[in-house]
């Protein structure tokens, strides 16, 4: 896939829990999905994998947090998730607030006015 075909590919941002339950869980499951979303045909953004960066080079929990939301402002969709995450619930309301439409599924993305090309549906 060329580099003009990449940028017109929705990015979306996967925002669930990472500290709230079992940590290598969560960042399975938002690797899973990730993983999922590229099959579609999107372009995902998993803030879970800053989980092996911080393990060779720990940052304070406000440093990942910084960094997420300006992931979250240059996506065009935000998935939530499910499952209790305060730095995930802080994504969504910072999503919205900008107008960047919330999803709770890939179903629900395709499924979105905006969600994809025919392809990607």
Not at 24 to 51: F, K, R
Not at 109 to 118: A, S
Request: charged share 20%; net charge negative; hydrophobic share 40%.
């Amino acid at each position: 896939m060329g580099r003009a075909e990449m940028a017109k590919r929705l990015k979306v941002y996967i925002a669930g829990p990472y500290t709230k339950g079992d940590v290598a869980v969560n960042v399975a499951n938002a690797i899973v999905v990730a993983d999922e979303l590229m099959t579609a045909g999107y372009t995902p953004y998993c803030p879970h994998l800053s989980h092996f960066q911080h393990l060779l080079e720990p940052r304070p929990y406000e440093d990942w947090i910084a960094l997420d939301i300006e992931w979250v402002r240059v996506c065009d969709f935000v998935l939530r998730l499910p499952g209790e995450s305060a730095g995930a619930d802080g994504e969504v309301i910072e999503a919205l607030k900008l107008g960047i439409p919330v999803v709770g599924s890939i179903a629900e993305l395709r499924m979105h006015p905006q969600g994809g090309t025919e392809s990607q549906r």
